[in-house]
């Protein structure tokens, strides 16, 4: 069963459509949600990390809020360099360690002009 | 600025190699991690390091193996590769825990 859940898996849209991208958890002791950003054949670059319920984070047209089950990313006026895949991931903690993230399979945003 | 940087952007190899991929980071974290991924699977957790010498095994650690001798430094070996380890790997570090995690620019690895 996943834990982490992205949905949708692609989404179209316009450009100046705003949107929002949803990433929902199934875990317990949850310690940090974390949103990527990824072009194709390259490695995921870092967007926000939130902590804990209620909290949002802005950068540029991206705003990230958490609640206790999920999170969206929402995109405002969308331009066509926002296209790429948003991966959701999640730190849970363990007691002891450095974990991994575990993530989810990313939603595929294509901003047409 | 931060930075992770892998070794090789693109490999391949043949069946049955042994192959290293390379990570080096400046940020002196002390975790370390690699990834695989694969369409439709997303990332998967293989192995991450907490310290120098110390290792962990993520979800998929079979047919992998690592090393960590120095802080800055984390290898991913492959001791007989297979064509079922084609694949995007990906580097990535931290530094305390529960903080964002920072990756390198990934290794296309084809075995053929």
């Known amino acids: 069963e996943d834990q982490v859940t992205q949905s949708p898996e692609a989404l179209r849209l316009q450009e100046g459509e705003s949107s929002s991208l949803n990433c929902s958890y199934t875990?317990?002791?949850?310690?940090?949600l974390f949103w990527y950003r990824q072009d194709p054949g390259k490695g995921p670059e870092f967007l926000f990390t939130?902590?804990?319920a209620g909290e949002e984070k802005e950068k540029e047209r991206l705003k990230a809020t958490l609640t206790k089950k999920e999170s969206f990313l929402h995109i405002t006026a969308p331009k066509p360099e926002d296209s790429a895949t948003y991966l959701c991931?999640?730190?849970?903690?363990?007691?002891?360690?450095?974990?991994?993230?575990?993530f989810g399979k990313g939603t595929h945003l294509i901003i047409q002009p | 600025d931060v930075k992770v940087t892998q070794s090789s952007r693109y490999l391949v190899k043949r069946t049955g190699e042994k192959v290293f991929l390379e990570c080096v980071q400046d940020?002196?974290?002390?975790?370390m991690f690699w990834y695989r991924q694969d369409p439709g699977l997303g990332l998967r957790l293989i192995y991450f390091?907490?310290?120098?010498?110390?290792?962990e095994k993520g979800d998929i650690p079979e047919g992998y193996s690592v090393s960590r001798e120095k802080k800055e430094r984390f290898s991913l070996i492959l001791e007989s590769a297979s064509t079922n380890q084609t694949s995007m790997y990906l580097c990535?570090?931290?530094?305390?825990?529960?903080?964002?995690?920072?990756f390198g620019q990934g290794t296309r690895l084809t075995v053929v």
């Open positions: 875990v317990s002791g949850l310690r940090g």
């Open positions: 939130l902590y804990s």
């Open positions: 991931a999640v730190q849970l903690y363990s007691g002891g360690g450095a974990d991994g993230l575990t």
């Open positions: 990535a570090s931290r530094g305390q825990k529960f903080t964002e995690a920072f």
């Open positions: 940020m002196d974290h002390e975790n």
């Open positions: 390091s907490y310290d120098v010498k110390m290792k």
